[in-house]
Structure formats: structure tokens, C-alpha cells
């Protein structure tokens, strides 16, 4: 982290400064209900993994749920929540359409200080993206996602000033579900390396990878600074059946890795060997919905602000941690005092 | 309760069927944040009390929220969902607009297995109604409101096939507002009296009795069997300053009234006396919208299966304490379970 600017620097402030993290990811409302009944089984829906669904599929799915609570949402935008609920100046970058979902996605973000640079749909491109999540009694989250607006993001809508400005640039992997993604994804790639910013990738879900598992290889093999993923999406990357031989790989790339392991930890995987991180215990696990996400803010943001990655996994830990009290993929406390009371910031 | 169906027809069942209860209210989805900068000060709202604003408005008032989540709302809509959570049978009358917040709005009370008559306003009658709620630290909740569609419910929305099969038929104060409430509720209250219907009051909001009092004196004297109201409600209802005086007051006008008093629990009184029920202890409350309006679902929903008045305001306390444990005014637990662990069911 040398040559960096001061982490004090990475904290709010108004004006142009540097960012801790620009996220470049989908767009989504979630739209979140209780699913006592299981209905998501009905519906053809893998537990706990995310589904692609069409729009001719959204009143079959919505009728299928229980009462249900809208909030913003979106893997990548759900870390970059939580790194500004942690007191962190943070960007993003992404497509809605006009609408009321995307004004509120836009104010949600914007209400926390995070920079936006939202592209804007046409009308005919379709609705703001929503994702459909099917919280189990056992608290796993079942999603079916309709892209919508986000599905649009291409090279076109990727500008320069947010990433420029951002000591790490967050991708989500989900994005290559998005047609023009590759040359999205590579834009985002070239315009980090031009501004040194580090590169991180979510691996986001194991069915994404193995959807595109020869692309992540890909860009882990040559672009990628640091890698967030859980057990199942590193598995299925390398397809190995044990995450030693998973590490083992993962060294041979000479990228920093972290991988999350629901209530047994994170493993932070780095040149010198592997650290197990602990899961902070909860009391009552309520939704595990945004538990990766904010996992990655914590870590991420560590890392921006110059943390070792143990440290840094720890404050992800930490985060993880109070995602999953309550339902929503979006901090309710304080995370910055959350933080600060444990030491960690 | 002579001459009333067993209680066992009150739950749920497919079919025409008596029904517990059918309220007649405002169709409004909330718009939740945490308010930890009492932005609500700023925006001229008085705390812990409800603010009519108008479209003009909104603008103004979303802007000064921070991340928000939204959630079917609406006080008597509220109740009605908790009776249907409780596995009560029930109904509710209001009027949306035909847009996404509408759809939503009937979407969650039927997913419960409400029975809906709404009523949808013409496009240039306004948006469906929704209600700000700036939660501040101390769990209160500061609310604004655009009425909206919900502002368009008039006598000719108000049809007989629920209120003629409805043990009791439930009306909300704040309809007051509406400006042809009067004959509405007039309407109301003559379809259940004929149906031998309770008819059942709830006064709102304190600025609502202030706003509508000489209207609410007559109502109570003349047509309400079963009152429900909190302790600034009740003595701004008959502008005096303790409780034993209205008690004295209630009392001379020979109904069923509860008055609902936080922590204090909430008293009973009938024509033997007054019984306080205590409040549920709660061990941290998260946010207090829908505390009153949950009460309400136990204690009517008690009453219309033939329970005493104080064990139906056990049942209320009951329902009371699970809604202020997390965010929103709509239960998220299994209230028929959680009653029936409790002996109350």
C-alpha cells in the first residue's frame, strides 16, 4: 500500500477525494417475504442460489409470495452500503431504468454519501432490475432475479471519474450474466489498472460460476487483485471437491483470497498461507441474505484503508455479523460504531 | 355474545364465511427509515405523532430520509393483517390507485388471506397513499402522510357484502380526514348496525382528535360499541388532563373502551371497572410503529371470538410486543403460533 493516500482521506468528506471502493454491479429492489410454505420449491428455485427469471415471469413469482418488504439490494451495492454505513467514501456504478424503483435504489445509496453514477434506461429496456427473495424458516435466502434495466449496462455506461478516484474497484461477478459484460468488465479492468486501483471480483454464486467459469478463470488468472467468494463458488471455479486443493490453486495465482464459510468464518488465503477468521456469534440468525455482501464491505474497506487482510476480515466479520440479525441485505445499526466499540476502526 | 356463530367459523376457511372483523381504513404503504439526525424536526413534524402532507410534499420529505424500506402500511390495515396472522378470518375495505403500490398493498393483506374490497381511484384522483415513518433512536415514530388515492374512499365505496358478515366492523379515525367521511362512516355504521356488526373505533392520533373532535364525541355516544384509543387520545377526546376522569366519562357513555399506555400496558374499561393488562416485556424495542395498531388485531380479534374483554387485551398485548421488537408496523413472526405457546388461543 505504498504511495497510497492516508486512510484519513477515505473517510466522508464533501468534495471530490479519494474513494475507498467504487462497486460496479447490478441495480436490484428486493422485494422480500417470508416463505414459511417453502413456495420457492414449487417455483423451481434452487435453495439458496439465485435464478435468472424473465419478466413474463414476475406476477407468477410475486403471487407465489407472502406479505413482502422492498429494499434496495444488489450484491455489489449492498457492500457499498455497508462500507459508507462504516463511515467510508465509496462509489457506484450502475443502470436503472426511470422509474419509481430506480429513484429509490438512486436515494437509498445517496442518502448513505455514496457517489453514483447511474446510467439511465430507455423506457423500452425495461423496468428498474427486482430480486425476489424467499427468506426459509432455517433463515437461507432463495432469489429470483429479474434484471430488468440492469441487464443493460454496457461499456458505454462504464465512465472513468469514480474509478479513477478509488483505491479498489469492486466487480460483481454476476454481471457476466449481462450480455454485453465482457466488454464491460473489461473496460472496468483497463481504467483500474490505468488509475492503480486495485481489482476486486465477487464471485457472487455458484451456479454464476459455473454459468461462466471459463471468463472467471480468465480474469482471476490475469486482472484480478483480490477475490471474494464462499466455499461453494471456489469449489465450483476450480472444480475441485476440497478447499485445501482449492487454496493450494488459489496460490499458484498469487492473488489475495478470502473465502466466507457462513458460521464457521472466512479463510483469508495470501501468499504466506492461510488464516482462519472466526464468525462472530449471533444470537438468532433472522436472514443470511447480504451476509457475503457486507462481509465485503468490512473486508474491503480494511484493505482501502491500508489493514492487513486478517484485520481487514475481521471488520468484514464483524459486518457479517449484523446483516444477519434482521432481515434485509442493508445495515440497520451503526456500523461505524459497531466498529469502533469493537476496536476495529 | 348470544346468537353469534361459533368462534371456530371466525379462522380462516375457503368459502363465504363469517368473518372476526372488517376494517374500513387507509390504504397506505410505509416508507421506513431510521432517523438518527431527527431530520423529522427540520421537516416541522411533531414527534410521535401523525402530519397530513400533500403530493407537492414529497418531494421534500423523501430527500430528508435516510435508506429507506418499504412495507404494506396503513393503521387499520395493519390490525386486519394481524388478525389474519393470528388465523383469524377477516376483511378490509379502502381505495388505492392503480399503479405498483396499490398492486402491493392488496398483494400483502391478500397473501395473508384477507378479504379485500377495495376500491380504485381514477389516474387523476393521485398515487396509492403512503406513509413516511422517521424512526428515531428512541424507537418513536414520527409520521407523514399523503393520503392519496385512500383520500378518494367516499359512501359509494363502502359496499355490504364484508361489514354484513363481520362480527365486528372496525373504523379508523384518521378517515376522518377524508372529506366525505362523515357519510361514509354514516354508511358504515348503518350496514352494521342492521348486520348486528360491533362497530368498533379506533381514535388514530391525538392531532386527529383534536382535528375531529366534536365528530368523534357523537360517534361514541351514539353508534360505537368498542373503542380503542391511547391515554392522549382518550383525554384529548374529552379535553381533560388525567386518566380517572375519562375513565368517569367512558364509563357514563356505557361502552367497551381500552386505552393503550406504552410500557404501562393498557386498561380495560367496561361497566365493572377498570383492569390494567400489562405490556409484554420486551427486552429491546426496535421501533414502535404499529404497537396500537397490533394491540388492536389481539383485542378485537379475542372479542370476536367470544373472549372476555381483559383476556382479548392479553391477547392484544400479546401481538403488541411481537411488533415493536423490529422494524415495521406488519407482524413478521407467526402470531397464531406465538399466541397459541401463550395460552391465549
Chains 1, 2 share one sequence.
Do not use: W
Amino acid at each position: 500500500m505504498t504511495n497510497r493516500p492516508s486512510p484519513v482521506s477515505l473517510r466522508v468528506k464533501p468534495g471530490p477525494t479519494r474513494l475507498a471502493v467504487t462497486g460496479i454491479g447490478n441495480a436490484l429492489l428486493d422485494v422480500i417475504s417470508r416463505d414459511h410454505r417453502e413456495a420457492y420449491r414449487d417455483l423451481g428455485l434452487v435453495k439458496a442460489a439465485m435464478t435468472l427469471i424473465g419478466s413474463e415471469d414476475l406476477g407468477r413469482f410475486i403471487e407465489a409470495m407472502g406479505p413482502t418488504v422492498q429494499m434496495s439490494g444488489g450484491s455489489v451495492a449492498n457492500s457499498i452500503a455497508g462500507i459508507a454505513a462504516l463511515g467510508g467514501a465509496a462509489g457506484f456504478i450502475g443502470k436503472v431504468a426511470d422509474d419509481d424503483f430506480g429513484d429509490r435504489f438512486a436515494h437509498d445509496l445517496r442518502s448513505l454519501g455514496v457517489e453514483l453514477d447511474l446510467a439511465v434506461a430507455d423506457a423500452s429496456e425495461g423496468a428498474t432490475g427486482r430480486c425476489h427473495v424467499f427468506i426459509s424458516d432455517d433463515a437461507q435466502r432463495t432469489m429470483a432475479t429479474y434484471l430488468g434495466a440492469s441487464n443493460r449496462l454496457g461499456p458505454e455506461d462504464i465512465r472513468e471519474p469514480l474509478i479513477a478516484r478509488s483505491e479498489i474497484t469492486y466487480v460483481e461477478g454476476y454481471l457476466y450474466d449481462l450480455p454485453p459484460a465482457k466488454a464491460a468488465v473489461r473496460k472496468v479492468v483497463e481504467m483500474a489498472h490505468l488509475h492503480d486501483s486495485m481489482v476486486a471480483l465477487s464471485l457472487s454464486d455458484m451456479f454464476c460460476v459455473e454459468r461462466h467459469r471459463h471468463d472467471f478463470l480468465e480474469l482471476v488468472t490475469s486482472d484480478v487483485d483480490v477475490l471474494l467468494c464462499n466455499e461453494t463458488e471456489i469449489l465450483s471455479l476450480f472444480e475441485v471437491s476440497s478447499l485445501p486443493r482449492a487454496y493450494e490453486l488459489l496460490d499458484e495465482l498469487g492473488l489475495l483470497a478470502v473465502v466466507t464459510r457462513g458460521p464457521r468464518g472466512a479463510d483469508v488465503v495470501t501468499a504466506t498461507g492461510v488464516v482462519p477468521v472466526a464468525a462472530h456469534d449471533v444470537e438468532e440468525v433472522v436472514d443470511q441474505n447480504g451476509a457475503g455482501d457486507l462481509f465485503a464491505s468490512g473486508f474491503l474497506y480494511g484493505l482501502a484503508l491500508g489493514a492487513d487482510p486478517v484485520e481487514a476480515a475481521e471488520l468484514g466479520s464483524l459486518c457479517a455479523g449484523e446483516i444477519i440479525r434482521h432481515l434485509g441485505a442493508r445495515p440497520e445499526v451503526d456500523l461505524a460504531a459497531l466498529a469502533v466499540d469493537a476496536g476495529l476502526l
